[in-house]
C-alpha cells in the first residue's frame, strides 16, 4: 500500500489548462504503476491515463489522448497529469492510484482522495 495526495485541481475556462500532481509515500513508489481516473457526478469512474513503473508505457483513454500528458518522476515520488485544452465535459474529481498498468479500476490497490477539476464554456 502506498499513501498518495492529489493537488492542482481548480477551477478552469475551456481551452485552458491544468496540471495535477499526485505525491505518494514510501520507498516502493518506483515498483507501481501509476494510474489518472475521474469521477464526474451521477458518473462512474472512468480511467484517464496510466503509465508503467519505468515511465516507458503510458496508456490514454481516447477522450484524453492528444490533450493529456501522464508523466511520473521516481526520485520525488510524484505523478503528473497535464491536462490542456480543457472542455467542460472534463469536468470531474480527479483521482490517482497505484497498482498495475489497466484501465479498469481493480487493478490499483491504493488511491487518493481526489481533486476537483471544474471546466467553464
Known amino acids: 500500500q502506498v499513501q498518495l495526495v492529489e493537488s492542482g485541481g481548480g477551477s478552469v475556462q475551456a481551452g485552458g489548462s491544468l496540471r495535477l500532481s499526485c505525491a505518494a509515500s514510501g520507498r516502493t513508489f518506483s515498483t507501481y504503476a501509476m494510474g489518472w481516473f475521474r469521477q464526474a457526478p451521477g458518473k462512474e469512474r472512468e480511467f484517464v491515463a496510466a503509465i508503467g513503473n519505468n515511465g516507458v508505457r503510458v496508456y490514454y483513454s481516447d477522450s484524453v489522448k492528444g490533450r493529456f500528458t501522464i508523466s511520473r518522476g521516481n526520485a520525488k515520488n510524484t505523478v503528473f497529469l497535464q491536462m490542456n485544452s480543457l472542455k467542460p465535459e472534463d469536468t470531474a474529481v480527479y483521482y490517482c492510484?497505484?497498482?498495475?498498468?489497466?484501465?479498469?479500476?481493480?487493478?490499483?490497490?491504493?488511491w487518493g482522495q481526489g481533486t476537483q477539476v471544474t471546466v467553464s464554456s
Open positions: 492510484a497505484a497498482g498495475s498498468v489497466s484501465p479498469t479500476t481493480s487493478s490499483y490497490h491504493s
